[in-house]
Nanobody
Framework: QVQPVESGGGLVQAGGSLRLSCAAS????????MGWYRQAPGKQRELVAG???????NYAGSVKGRFTISRDNAKNTLYLQLNSLKPEDTGVYYC?????????WGQGTQVTVSS
């Protein structure tokens, strides 16, 4: 079992910044992908940003140029730097870890952006 644990969410004004972290612990075996997803009220969960074990990144169009994903392989930790936040970025942000043994999700961290 892998347990991703997110932290760093909070309430911020539009234009502000936050940094999310996701620490993965447990029986970690060959992480191939780590990603951040978000779910706004009444909407489906969507991919915000992802990064592979080789460092290839991808971003949702709505966050390109504002968010940056990174990972520390030695610490099995994933980060998401959120800049120039907008009210539409509000939601619960989840971390997903993909290993050779399956997908693992964290419990999520709330990000609220006020206008």
């Amino acid at each position: 079992q892998v347990q991703p644990v997110e932290s760093g969410g909070g309430l911020v004004q539009a234009g502000g910044s936050l940094r999310l972290s996701c620490a993965a612990s447990g029986s970690i075996f060959s992480i191939s992908f780590m990603g951040w997803y978000r779910q706004a009220p009444g909407k489906q969960r969507e991919l915000v940003a992802g990064i592979t074990d080789t460092g290839t990144t991808n971003y949702a169009g709505s966050v390109k140029g504002r968010f940056t994903i990174s990972r520390d392989n030695a610490k099995n930790t994933l980060y998401l730097q959120l800049n120039s936040l907008k009210p539409e970025d509000t939601g619960v942000y989840y971390c997903k870890v993909l290993t050779a043994r399956g997908n693992y999700w964290g419990q999520g961290t709330q990000v609220t952006v006020s206008s």
